[in-house]
């Protein structure tokens, strides 16, 4: 049983961006279309090579945000506070998740390639504000992103956590290689299960998932 298999789980880690509200309210979109303009002026390149670009970054390097810095020298303040000025309309406030987030025993925090102002306002948005004990965002690991295994352990040395008593919630399977190999228990969150061998368990439904998790 689900329950069983966490039982030892302190302290529960969260990914925000599709894991903790659903895909298809294509917030990211948003983004994304942010960062292709970001790319085409910092590149000076038309929007199809921006856009290549982006996917590249984002491919090779874990975030766009990454790519830019190692290849084009941007400061990641102004980026991370351009890419993210979005519309937050499209999401709505999810209380049964929420109820099933505030009932799992230990410490609950949310750790993001965005920004942890960025995430802030998407929590607010789901009615999450005041949930998580503490939210991190890449800019807490140095701009190093996921799946880093750096960016986890300078994250995680800061939280105080320790990986073999904590889960990790994912959307994107490369960011559960790393956890998985540090010793955490972990769920793929995704509409489509991608068999490997660093993740635990799928679900397209997280609230449902984490139902299953109460004793």
């Known amino acids: ?20 509200y659903p895909p298809e309210t294509a917030l990211f979109e948003q983004i994304n279309a942010r960062m292709t303009a970001y790319v085409m002026r910092v590149a000076g390149v038309g929007a199809e090579e921006a856009d290549r670009l982006r996917h590249d970054y984002w491919r090779i390097h874990g975030t766009t945000l990454a790519g830019l810095i190692e290849h084009h020298g941007v400061d990641p303040e102004p980026y991370l506070e351009e890419v993210h000025e979005i519309d937050f309309s499209v999401l709505s406030p999810d209380e049964v998740l929420a109820d099933r987030i505030a009932a799992l025993p230990g410490r609950r925090i949310v750790y993001t390639n965005g920004s942890a102002p960025y995430a802030a306002r998407v929590l607010a948005a789901r009615g999450f504000s005041g949930l998580f004990d503490a939210v991190y965002g890449v800019e807490h690991a140095g701009y190093r992103p996921k799946p880093r295994r750096d960016a986890f352990e300078t994250v995680f040395a800061r939280d105080g956590l320790n990986p073999a008593r904590a889960a990790m919630f994912e959307d994107d399977p490369r960011n559960l290689a790393a956890p998985h190999a540090m010793g955490m228990r972990t769920v793929h969150v995704a509409p489509e299960p991608e068999p490997a061998e660093h993740i635990h368990h799928h679900t ?12």
Not at 1 to 20: G, I, K, Y
Not at 204 to 215: C, E, H, S
């Open 1 to 20: 049983m689900p329950a069983e298999r966490f039982s030892h789980v302190e302290t529960w880690v969260f990914d925000l961006d599709n894991t903790l």
């Open 204 to 215: 397209d439904d997280l609230a449902a998932f984490l139902g299953l998790l109460r004793p």
